[in-house]
Structure formats: C-alpha cells, structure tokens
C-alpha cells in the first residue's frame, strides 16, 4: 500500500546530542510537512517542502533543520535537543494539485535525556 | 490571527447517544475545514472536510460562517467511535498550504 513511513517509531537522545528522524512516501505527493506534537497539544506545523522550495514556520527555532533530497524523503534534523524538545514528530504528504487532504505517518516520538 | 479551538479535551458518551464535538475557528477569509481522527494506535487521518458535504462513519458536520464553527455530530454513537478527534483549518499563506490543528478532543463511548 502506498503510504507514508516514518523511522524510527521511537528515538532516545541525550540533550545536545543531534539527531535525525526521517520521512518517506511512496505516494509521489509533491509536498511533505513536519509537525511537532507534544502532549495534549495540537500538532503544530515546524515547516513544509514545496517540491524542492523549502518554507519554515517563522516560530520554529534554529535548532531544526529539514532535508528533502529527493521526492520520496524528508528529514528532520534537531542539532542540539534541550529536554523541551522531546515531542511526537509527525510527517506528513499532500498532493499539491489534485487534494487537500493530508496524509499522515505514524510519527516518532523523541525523547531527550 | 488563525485559531482552532475545541473546548473540550474529553467527551464521554454513552453507545446510542448523540455525539457533538465542538469546534471553533477564527479566520478573516474563506477557510477550508476539516475533521481529522486517530483512532487508537493508528495514524491521524481525514474524517472530513466541510467542502465534500458528505457523511463519514455517521459523522456530519456543518460550515457555520456566522458562527465560525465546525461542529462534529453523529445521532448515534458507537463503541468503535472512541478516538481523538481534531478539527483543523487549512488555507494558503505566502505561498504555502497549511493547516492549523485544535488540541483535539478524545471521544470515549461506553457500552
């Protein structure tokens, strides 16, 4: 089935340690969110992909920077995770021309030691 | 500024009564409204979305413009209805698609 995954499901990281989660699709949608989720909260949306044209919420701090090198994959790298970082990251595809509906990962859930 | 806002974090109701998921937005514009579920250890997917006037799994919802609401509703609750829903507000910034997600409010139907 065509769909969205995420890797891994669960990530550990010591504060300060980088760390990288990753997004693939196989649904060839042209647009890839990330969100940050934390708990009891509303996914909040950190940045999103265009194709190759890269849009950064302006709330989203420094400390997270996004990969697409190719249609199919997005990254999320968090170069130094503070303990307020640790969060359900979700990933998320949409077919730029044909949908406004969003298709979801399974997300990761970060958590910083 | 663009908000969702759903006032209730839990809805417990009994299978066979009436559900209402409240959802309140904020928006200048003409904003694209959708309901998203995520049923127990499963993924976040669309439930619906106000433009398709449609009913999914019972679940109706109506575009209230002098209101600003988007409520959920279905006549009859069922067991399998438990999960978290969240009501989201989607329209094109800068550029961009996105969406603004409530904090979501968890359905529990009891038997």
């Known amino acids: 089935d065509a769909m969205v995954i995420q890797n891994p499901r669960y990530q550990v990281t010591q504060f300060g340690k980088p760390v990288t989660l990753s997004c693939s699709q196989t649904l060839n949608h042209n647009v890839m969110y990330w969100y940050q989720q934390k708990s009891s909260q509303a996914p909040k949306l950190l940045f999103h992909y265009y194709d190759k044209d890269f849009n950064n919420e302006a709330d989203t701090p420094d400390n997270f920077q996004s990969r697409r090198p190719n249609t199919s994959f997005c990254f999320l790298d968090i170069r130094s995770p503070g303990l307020g970082d640790a969060a359900m990251y979700l990933c998320?595809?949409?077919?730029?021309?044909?949908?406004?509906?969003?298709?979801f990962g399974p997300g990761t859930r970060l958590t910083v030691t | 500024a663009q908000r969702v806002t759903q006032p209730e974090k839990l809805l417990s109701v009994f299978k066979g009564a009436p559900v209402e998921l409240k959802c309140n937005y904020s928006y200048s514009g003409s904003p694209e409204l959708f309901w998203y579920v995520q049923y127990s250890r499963q993924r976040l997917q669309l439930l619906l979305r106000h433009i398709s006037r449609e009913s999914i799994k019972g679940f109706t919802a109506d575009l209230n413009k002098g209101e600003t609401s988007f409520h959920l509703k279905k006549p009859f609750a069922q067991e399998e209805d438990s999960a978290m829903y969240y009501c989201?507000?989607?329209?094109?910034?800068?550029?961009?698609?996105?969406?603004?997600f409530g904090a979501g409010t968890r359905l529990f139907v009891k038997a």
């Open positions: 998320a595809t949409r077919d730029r021309l044909s949908s406004y509906e969003q298709y």
């Open positions: 989201a507000l989607s329209n094109y910034v800068g550029g961009g698609f996105k969406t603004i």
